[in-house]
């Protein structure tokens, strides 16, 4: 069994900054991708950034200069530091891995985060 587990959200004024977590735990073989996504009301779940397992990194020009996506392998964490938050970037965040499990056989898939709250407002 894999989960993954969010942290950090919360409310912040425009131009602040919040860090997110998101640990994975469980029967882990192997993480490969690592990413952060968001939704609001009414639209489609879009992706804010993405890591993979060779640290290679791409963003949503929305959030290029202003969000930075890191990872730590040892602990199959991954961070979104946002930087200069805007109304715009309230949302629910989602943090995704694909994982490798072993048992009871080899199996790659997608995991979700269970979401975090982010509000910026004044």
């Known amino acids: 069994q894999v989960q993954l587990v969010e942290s950090g959200g919360g409310l912040v004024q425009p131009g602040g900054s919040l860090r997110l977590s998101c640990a994975a735990s469980?029967?882990?073989?192997?993480?490969?991708?690592m990413g952060w996504y968001r939704q609001t009301p009414g639209n489609e779940r879009e992706l804010v950034a993405g890591?993979?397992?060779?640290?290679?990194?791409n963003y949503a020009d929305s959030v290029k200069g202003r969000f930075t996506i890191s990872r730590d392998a040892a602990k199959n964490t991954v961070y979104l530091q946002m930087n200069s938050l805007k109304p715009e970037d309230t949302a629910v965040y989602y943090c995704?891995?694909?994982?490798?499990?072993?048992?009871?056989?080899?199996?790659?898939?997608?995991?979700w985060g269970q979401g975090t709250q982010v509000t910026v407002s004044s």
């Open positions: 995704k891995a694909t994982i490798e499990t072993l048992r009871p056989s080899w199996r790659i898939r997608d995991y």
């Open positions: 890591v993979t397992s060779g640290d290679n990194k």
């Open positions: 469980g029967s882990i073989f192997r993480t490969n991708t």
